[in-house]
């Protein structure tokens, strides 16, 4: 049975809220690494190069450069014309169109590869789930991945602790949600996906890091005062512990990818 995500009344402004901030989330988003390709093309059977390839939620072009760097015939689909213009601003090489994945702008069995960048969580998978067949070919490739917080590294814990705190969700109940993605991803259970975790980091200036966190949705839509009292008391903490000012964030890719049939 197909099931329709829950109505959430704050959703569709946290959702709009990245087109204020787009250039924050370029400039400050983490990436991916070149091992997450590797795995999507050994998932796929394929190279991504020559892949008729679109990355849905595309945001500012985090993962639609790296597909395309990889040799991927790679179209971007973004819903906001925040995001979309600073997609256009750092892509003018890449083609982009405006829509999102409950219902694509895109033409039937067209694509071999069809991506999701920490993105899927904002389609209802009632529609989604029937678009991705509808626009994928046979054989094509579902691929939807989101960088994950390692909470076996101390300080992360400790920092997604007091964020969670603050914002009154309990972390541990986020993360196992984020690692039991299979069956959130297409209640309907037509599509069947294979689960990969792949471990990177970065280490960047605790500003950056704390301009990271401003970039979610949930401090997008936070009063500036309270939003700036909570940064200011993180640093405060994450320079208790990385006196150098610097932190290594590690994160654990979580990637589902399915074959249509």
């Known amino acids: 049975m197909t099931t329709t ?3 959430d009344p704050g959703r569709a402004a946290r959702a709009h809220s990245f087109n204020a901030a787009a250039a924050q989330y ?3 988003r983490p990436s991916y690494p070149s091992a997450l390709f590797d795995t999507i093309e050994q998932a796929a059977g394929r190279p991504l190069a020559g892949a008729r390839t679109a990355d849905v939620g595309a945001g500012t072009g985090i993962s639609t450069g790296p597909l395309r760097a990889r040799g991927a015939d790679v179209l971007a689909v973004e ?18 169109v405006r829509g999102d994945g409950n219902a694509l702008p895109l033409a039937d069995a067209t694509l071999d590869l069809l991506t999701y ?6 389609t209802d998978p009632a529609h989604s789930v029937t678009e ?9 490739t579902l691929a939807l991945w989101w960088n994950t917080h390692a909470l076996d590294v101390e300080w992360i814990a400790q920092s997604l602790a007091r964020r969670g705190r603050y914002l ?37 200036p ?39 000012g610097t932190v290594e964030e590690t994160y654990d890719v979580l990637l589902l990818v399915a074959r249509k049939p």
């Open 168 to 204: 009154g969700f309990d972390p541990v109940e986020v993360h196992r949600n984020a690692h039991d993605r299979t069956d959130l991803a297409d209640p309907s259970g037509r599509l069947d996906f294979a689960e990969h975790t792949l471990r990177w980091s970065r280490r960047i």
């Open 26 to 28: 370029a400039a400050n």
């Open 5 to 7: 995500r829950p109505a």
């Open 206 to 244: 605790v500003d950056a890091h704390l301009a990271n966190i401003a970039s979610h949705s949930h401090f997008l839509v936070m009063d500036a005062p309270a939003r700036d009292a909570f940064l200011a008391e993180e640093r405060t903490h994450l320079l208790e512990v990385s006196p150098d």
């Open 79 to 96: 819903p906001g014309e925040g995001m979309a213009a600073e997609f256009r601003r750092g892509n003018p090489d890449i083609p982009l």
């Open 132 to 140: 991705a067949l509808r626009v994928l070919r046979p054989g094509g």
């Open 117 to 122: 960048a920490q993105s899927w969580h904002w």
